[in-house]
């Protein structure tokens, strides 16, 4: 009613007046802070092909699903340990040392999703007011996470490659920065960083003093036949200062049960573990079940990870053909980050005309720092739509082209 009664009048009633009524103070701690890429995660209309959402569209494998169901039936409804269960860090550990990175499980701690181990990770390492250096573009989330902590996100372009600028990463370090956060492979840009650049970048974390914070949530997910996903925390020197974050919502398509794993020194998982024993507590202790099975039987991951990797063929094939767009390699993940500035148009304007003409979504680059003339497509869509989406925006294409 108030809102009518102002838009009547022509004039905006600030909230603590509508109708006599005064709001309680809020916090300002959020009031800076938004969604990332909220708005573009809404379901669209029935006619839009959405290539945007980072979400596996397939099925969590079936003996996942059935072991979780399992351990509800039996009972398996209690608390578990604040670190998770004895079973589940157990097979967090030996899938990690099957990539090269020697963890003890009780240097692990279970969590609600990647999500919350990173926002612990960063409150377990930095004090207010420290900052933390982020490779850009980035995860849209790692900004708002740290302003939240009362951190302050430090932004350094990549290198022409989309890969780590060594170089102006140590030029940005200062007396406040606590950590860098890595993340490959990469989102949004599909990259896999190299043995080279990720041995420098614990060269210069190692130089000065600094914690290492690597999100490694795309783990099994990389393309290139010369090259497989390094754990940071494995290379020399690195792994009392790093923490290495993961889970299983990507590769095991199990966005929607909310679990990861943080790993790391003692000292940190003491801290981590602080921040989840007085928060969240632990996650379904049924649910980890269903986790630990899928980390035991290797096979579960190819389900999912096989049908991305023929979906990734064919968007690079696809996106190489079309017109006025530049399509770096598709490396890892499931994304292609792709340069559209020779369209002449900014990601913003490519972005809205494509859904408006084409009825295609993706998300537009300048939503992260050094993303501006850029965006970034998930091939997450079912083949068929994939297929039916491409079609669409290489005819777009090519008619905005002939423009």
């Known amino acids: 009613m108030e809102t009518m009664i102002g838009i009547i009048l022509g004039v905006v009633i600030p909230p603590s007046h509508r109708l006599g009524v005064r709001m309680v103070r809020l916090s300002s701690r959020l009031s800076s802070i938004g969604t990332g890429f909220a708005k573009y995660f809404q379901k669209p209309p029935e006619d839009v092909i959405r290539l945007t959402i980072g979400e596996p569209d397939l099925d969590t494998p079936g003996a996942i699903s059935e072991a979780a169901i399992a351990a509800l ?20 550990s030996t899938h990690l040392s099957r990539g090269g ?24 390492i930095g004090d207010p007011g420290q900052s933390m250096i982020i490779p850009s573009p980035a995860w849209a989330s790692y900004n708002p996470q740290l302003k939240v902590c009362g951190l302050h996100p430090i932004h350094v372009p990549l290198d022409q490659r989309l890969h780590l600028a060594i170089p102006a990463i140590e030029a940005a370090i200062d007396d406040t920065t606590a950590a860098i956060i890595v993340n490959s492979p990469n989102n949004p840009t599909g990259s896999v960083y190299t043995a080279e650049e990720l041995t420098s970048l614990v060269e210069v974390a190692i130089e000065h003093d600094l914690w290492l914070i690597s999100d490694e949530i795309y783990a099994s997910m990389v393309w290139l036949d010369d090259r497989n ?42 801290h981590v573990s602080v921040v989840q024993a007085n928060t969240v507590t632990h ?16 096979t579960l991951v190819e389900e999912v990870i096989t049908p991305f990797r023929e979906r990734r063929s064919l968007v690079l094939k696809r996106l190489q053909a079309m017109p006025n767009i530049v399509v770096p390699e598709l490396e890892g993940a499931f994304y292609a980050f792709i ?33 501006e003339g850029w965006v970034r497509l998930s091939y997450t869509a079912s083949t068929e739509d994939l297929i039916e989406g491409l079609d669409r925006m290489e005819s777009w294409l090519h008619d905005l082209d002939s423009s």
Do not use: C
């Open 229 to 270: 996903h390094i754990p940071i925390a494995s290379l020399p020197g690195a792994k009392n200062r790093t923490v290495t974050i993961g889970g299983w919502s990507k590769g095991w398509a199990m966005t929607g049960w909310r679990l990861g794993w943080i790993a790391g020194p003692s000292s940190l998982i003491d």
């Open 283 to 298: 996650p379904p202790t049924f649910l980890q079940i269903g986790a630990a099975v899928a980390l035991e039987d290797e």
């Open 73 to 92: 039936r039996d009972g398996q409804t209690h608390y578990s340990r604040s670190l998770g269960l004895e079973r589940t860090t157990r097979a967090v």
């Open 101 to 124: 990175l020697e963890v003890d499980p009780d240097d692990i701690m279970i969590t609600n999703g990647a999500k919350q181990a990173l926002f612990s990770a960063m409150l377990a």
């Open 339 to 371: 340069d559209i500035r020779p369209t002449g148009l900014s990601d913003l304007e490519f972005v809205d005309r494509l859904l408006s003409e084409a009825r295609v979504q993706v998300i537009p680059g300048s939503l992260m720092p050094f993303g």
